[in-house]
């Protein structure tokens, strides 16, 4: 089940440019028992590195990622994921739950209107390391998605690629790659910081790692195969069954952690 969990993940995470932790967090608190909100982040934390660089790898030989972007989008979002992530253990479990079942709807809308309406990559494509907007830009982009990974426990990639986008002016393909390059290095960090915080306050930060160690290889699979699949598979369908998803996991998130909360 967790090799099948790590194909479907990097399938999707190398399909949309994401890191998999929308699909693997609620699966894991849904279906292997005693998984707790925080051992759940910092397993999907784990394999995200490895789910990046599957897809990262084929989007570059695609001529899909942006370095001009990368190295200053990184910066900030080292910083910023690496806080996050630490404070996020001392929050409380069923509130955790509940921000990310808030975050699921929003990812369900975004699909819905992705699936709804004409593609983004409507404007004129761009060579890809022209250099179309300022820092400034990059570094609100890696802030924003930094500080979302850290909390929610994601590789940032459903946050990341609209703000590549629209903020940034990458055109969608150049954007969902270039969000893979910089999730391979910002999720390392974030899960180091995430696994080492856990392990000191419940000691289960080495068992995020063997869990993590079985996903990982049907993780570089899916990877690998939804980078490819980008360049050939239109994603509408694909979109709509991953808002199936989501919202069926929201509805199951807020069921269990509003009653604690409220």
Known sequence: MLVILGILAGTLGGLLGIGGSVIMIPALLFFIPDVSIYLAQAIAMSVNPAVAIAA???????????????????????????????????????????????????????????????????????????????????GITGGITGIFSGILGIGGGLIQVPLLNRVCSLPIKHAIGTSSAIMFVTAIVGATVKDLSLQEMEGTGLKALIYAAQIIPGALIGGWAGAKLTNVLPSKVIRLIFAILVATASYKLFSDSIPILF
């Open 56 to 138: 990262a790898v084929k989007h570059n030989r695609n001529m899909n990622v942006s370095w001009h972007a990368v190295w200053r989008v990184i910066p900030l979002s080292l910083f910023f994921i690496s806080a996050a992530a630490w404070f996020s253990n001392s929050l409380d479990g069923a509130l955790l739950e509940f921000c990310f079942a808030l975050f699921l709807i929003w990812v369900f809308w975004d699909q819905i209107t992705s699936f709804m309406n004409k593609p983004l990559n409507h404007k004129p494509e761009q060579k890809v390391d022209s250099k179309p907007t300022t820092n400034v830009r990059y």
